[in-house]
């Protein structure tokens, strides 16, 4: 059997192991599928919906709750403090990115629970 032929598996597996890791640490941007506008939320809320929207925290309500505004609509977020990117400041001039679901409670107006702040750069 030929060199080649013996190693040839050797040099598949290595190269398995060397694309893995790399595809695995990818960190860039995913498909926004869920991004909506909050006009669009504020229509048509469905409890517990995946969304993602862009714009700015226009002040502090109360105790973890904000609101927000993505130039369509205004809707009030919950987020809770260890979810704001660490040693970034946020206020209403910084754009961010907010990852959460939508919160139909009775007889209020929807809210957004925010599972992630991302500041957009």
């Known amino acids: ?14 190269a398995c192991l ?3 890791p790399v595809a695995a640490q990818y960190a860039g941007p995913k498909s926004n599928a869920n991004a909506k506008q ?6 048509n809320p469905v409890d517990d ?3 993602v929207v862009q714009g700015h925290l226009l002040r502090q309500l109360g105790d ?19 979810d704001f990117p ?10 961010v990115e907010l ?11 929807p809210e ?4 992630k702040v991302r500041i957009m750069k």
């Not at 059997?1 to 290595?14: D, F, H, Q, Y």
């Not at 909050?38 to 229509?43: F, G, H, Q, R, T």
């Not at 990852?99 to 107006?109: F, I, L």
């Not at 957004?112 to 599972?115: C, G, M, R, S, Y």
Request: net charge negative.
């Open 64 to 82: 973890e709750e904000y609101l927000f505004s993505d130039g369509t609509g205004e809707i009030v977020v919950e987020i809770d403090d260890d």
């Open 112 to 115: 957004i629970d925010v599972d």
């Open 86 to 95: 660490r040693g970034e400041p946020v206020d209403d001039k910084v754009k």
């Open 18 to 20: 060397l694309v893995s």
């Open 49 to 51: 919906e995946d969304v």
């Open 38 to 43: 909050v006009a669009e939320i504020l229509k």
């Open 1 to 14: 059997m030929s060199t080649l032929k013996k190693l040839w598996p050797v040099a598949g597996l290595a």
């Open 99 to 109: 990852v959460g679901e939508v919160d139909t409670k009775r007889n209020n107006p």
